[in-house]
């Protein structure tokens, strides 16, 4: 296996609870890390000091704001400047001893990736049976998976893992909770000093910066061999009344500012039927059930400018053909 620069950036804010195992896992990898940064957002100083002294190897980014998890990726993405591979971490996720050398395995048998992303399962890192459980295990995300009308969800999320994504495959996108991303493909989607779009501040992130990818030639891989537990404070069966109102507005937010700058027309106008429905039924659901929401579909007036220069941006460079880009969009 050729010998690459390898970094891990943990994304954190406010879970401190998480931290110590996350990074625990980090360094017990059979592919040692060649810099580990805890980007630390929102910083509390009485908090994040024991983790520090306890973790003197690991350099500590405390920011004063809250970057998001775009802001934030980008801070760490910069810092990292001549390394080739960087692996992001939600600090709610503890990898398997393998899952970087599987994921790095991964990336340098794929010229053309761009990003790697394995098999999540759910747990709570906090609780040793969980993770020691001989039944089967409950999945969390096997990569991303996009119907026609632009719904994404995390593919086998509540699923007992049976096999069933055992095989290696190209994917659309890798979800953000644990991803290795390779320099060069950073390098070709970023748009003025940004990586992610900071627009996006968190949520769909992940999928608008593989969307890009792919619109420019590069793919995502799932690699099942790379296994890594994942907590998420609210999973997809959940009560929506349950999720935080910033989740969800950040979430419609950006379903839409992914559209407006990576669709193309050809596949908009294939799917409309599809995508119309979808849009129909959301605008009915947030009048209803949580008109505090239109507040998201009002925002959009505010980001359409910037995004449509960014989308102007990205189809100048796009590479990918309808045909290439159409077989995702199921």
Not at 105 to 122: T, Y
Not at 162 to 187: K, N
Not at 205 to 220: F, H, K, N, P, T
Not at 303 to 328: D, F, L, N
Request: hydrophobic share 40%; aromatic share 10%; charged share 25%.
């Amino acid at each position: 296996m050729a010998t690459s620069r390898v970094t891990v950036g943990i994304i954190n804010y406010g879970d401190y609870r998480h931290l110590p195992l996350c990074l625990d896992s980090v360094k017990r990898q059979s592919l040692k890390a060649d810099l580990i940064t805890l980007l630390d957002n929102q910083s509390c100083d009485e908090a994040i000091a024991p983790i520090a002294s306890a973790y003197p190897e690991v350099r500590l980014l405390s920011m004063r704001e809250n970057l998001g998890y775009s802001g934030g990726g980008n801070r760490i993405i910069r810092e990292a400047a001549g390394y080739d591979y960087i692996l992001l971490l939600n600090p709610d996720a503890v990898l398997d001893p393998r899952c970087l050398e599987e994921m790095v395995i991964a990336m340098d048998s794929a010229p053309g990736a761009g990003a790697v992303g394995g098999k999540l399962v759910l747990g709570d890192p906090q609780i040793e049976s969980d993770l020691d459980d001989a039944g089967p295990r409950v999945l969390d995300s096997t990569g991303h998976l996009v119907f026609r009308n632009r719904r994404v969800i995390d593919r086998g999320h509540g699923e007992q893992d049976l096999g069933q994504y055992d095989r290696p495959e190209a994917i659309f996108s890798v979800c953000g909770a644990a991803v290795l991303f390779r320099r060069a493909m950073l390098e070709e989607v970023r748009i003025g000093s940004e990586y992610f779009d900071e627009d996006f501040f968190a949520y769909k992130e992940d999928v608008d910066i593989c969307w890009r990818a792919q619109l420019l030639g590069w793919s995502s891989l799932y690699h099942p061999a790379a296994t890594a537990y994942h907590l998420r404070g609210w999973k997809r069966r959940d009560d929506r009344r349950r999720v935080p109102w910033i989740r969800k507005y950040h979430s419609f937010k950006n379903h839409y500012l992914m559209m407006i700058k990576n669709e193309l027309p050809a596949l908009f106008w294939r799917d409309f039927l599809p995508i119309l429905w979808l849009g129909v039924r959301a605008m009915a659901y947030i009048s209803i059930m949580e008109p505090a929401l239109w507040r998201s579909v009002l925002d959009l007036r505010k980001y359409w400018p910037g995004a449509q220069h960014k989308r102007r941006i990205i189809m100048g460079r796009r590479r990918a053909s309808v045909e290439m880009m159409g077989r995702w969009f199921v």
